[in-house]
């Protein structure tokens, strides 16, 4: 059996995370979509896809003192995320389910959400030699059991007229993910990319998409996390 570690996060007072030492962590990417996002007073239904430990229910709930739903396919790693609200006494306002993001359609009715938002796997998976053997790892890693343009299709499914849809990917894939919002009726509106260095490739993209939202897209100033202190408020625009 793995063993468990309760950890802070990062510099967010009082918040904690369980996590295993050997094995799932989850990744500041999460924490970057959670500042990314912007919640709206009126947004009543809120729901995070592949939602792992419950990093980013957790911090937006933290923010905004919202109800979330997370939805993890990982039973292991969504018993880490149920302890690690009951830890940060949110278990009445998080709501996490241990199903796959594909079943959602039996779930919930669609055009249901203000807003969605997922970390999902970032590599295709064509070759299981190629993958990690952990399959903690290799699941929340790579398309094993969700693939992109599915993920793409269910929040717009989910999302009600006019909702948005943030996303934290790699930037490789941003064409696809330019494809399969058009296909799905989502226009994105705003592009973050994220670097370890200034002068180097981006290493993340975050998207913010709206469900039959018009023409135009706002590209923002690279950010760069070298020497960053705090992520808290990381993103000014």
Known sequence: MMKKQLNWLFDYPNLQIYQYEEGFKFSLDSILLAEFATIRKSDEQIIDLCTGNAVIPILL????????????????????GVQSVIENKMQDSISLL????????????????????????????????FVNQNSLKSIARHEIAIHLEELIRIASYLLKD??????????SRLDEIIVYA????????KIQFVHSKIEEAPIIVLVSLVKNGKFGTKVYPPISIQNVQTYQNIFKN
């Open 182 to 189: 058009h296909r799905y009726h989502l226009g994105i509106k």
């Open 162 to 171: 006019k909702g948005r849809f943030y996303l934290v990917h790699i930037p």
């Open 61 to 80: 709930h933290y923010k905004y003192q919202k109800k979330i739903i997370g939805v993890e396919l990982q039973k292991e790693i969504y018993d880490l």
């Open 98 to 129: 241990n199903i796959n993001v594909v079943d959602l359609g039996n779930y919930f009715p669609g055009n249901n959400f203000d807003v969605v938002l997922s970390n999902p796997p970032y590599f295709s998976y064509h070759n299981p030699d």
